[in-house]
């Protein structure tokens, strides 16, 4: 099956700082990307849906400047959250739709665990 | 806007038991449902999903039903195995993306644990 990876898996920083999450899709081609962030047992929340070669859309409520999207190739979404804070402390998920399926189906990463000290 | 609501977990069983996990939603229009299922320290991976009302989602012995009467889209397991400890989330997919594809929209998930 389609498998999406995430790097890196864990990140500790110091406030202030940037810290950049790269979702890759690897045996398939997504033109669409979903950046979530998921809370102690809480659900996924969507924060923007990245889009190939153009600008993310971003969820109400969701800073775009704060979490800046790139999506550069067919098969890489990155997400930088820019001077974290501890309240940025969180799992990162980012799912890919497989272009070439046609199906509404989103493949996810193994998610991103980021903790701001 | 879009909802799902999932019953709260955990849910523990002994091995072999009868599984359901209920889940109702709130949508316009007629979504896709979905149920995702995540193992720990895994990401989320799909289980089973229905398109239309009527539809039976089933894989790996799980199935649902998508019940456009009542909402509802739950699910059950008739044996369940230690194997099967997880967080189950089900899921709907409603208005479309820019770009293609369209928005999941998540409950909150449910823990279950299977004990031998």
């Known amino acids: 099956g389609a498998v999406v990876s995430q790097h890196p898996s864990r990140v500790i920083c110091k406030s202030g700082t940037s810290v950049k999450i790269e979702c890759r899709s690897l045996?398939?081609?997504?033109?669409?990307m979903f950046w979530y962030r998921q809370f102690p047992k809480q659900s996924l929340m969507l924060m923007a849906t990245?889009?190939?070669?153009?600008?993310?859309?971003?969820e109400q409520g969701v800073e775009k400047d704060k979490f800046l999207i790139n999506h550069a190739s067919l098969t890489l979404s990155t997400l930088t959250v820019t001077s974290a804070h501890p309240e940025d402390s969180s799992f990162y998920i980012c799912?890919?739709?497989?272009?070439?399926?046609?199906?509404?189906?989103?493949?996810f990463g193994p998610g991103t665990r980021l903790l701001v000290l | 806007g879009d909802s799902v609501t999932q019953m709260e977990g955990p849910v523990t069983l002994s091995e072999e038991a009868f599984l359901t996990i209920n889940c109702t939603y709130t949508a316009t229009g007629y979504p896709s449902l979905f149920w995702y299922v995540q193992y720990p320290g895994e990401g989320l991976q799909l289980l089973l999903k229905?398109?239309?009302?009527?539809d039976k989602g089933s894989n790996k012995g799980f199935e649902a039903t998508y019940r456009k009467e009542t909402t509802s889209f739950h699910l059950e397991k008739g044996s369940v195995q230690v194997s099967d400890s997880a967080v189950y989330f089900c899921?709907?997919?409603?208005?479309?993306?820019?770009?293609?594809?369209?928005?999941?929209?998540f409950g909150t998930g449910t823990q279950l644990k299977v004990e031998l």
């Open positions: 799912s890919a739709r497989d272009l070439a399926s046609g199906q509404e189906t989103q493949y």
């Open positions: 229905a398109t239309k009302a009527d």
């Open positions: 899921a709907l997919s409603g208005k479309r993306v820019t770009g293609g594809g369209n928005k999941l929209t």
């Open positions: 990245s889009n190939e070669g153009s600008k993310a859309t971003y």
């Open positions: 045996d398939f081609q997504a033109t669409t």
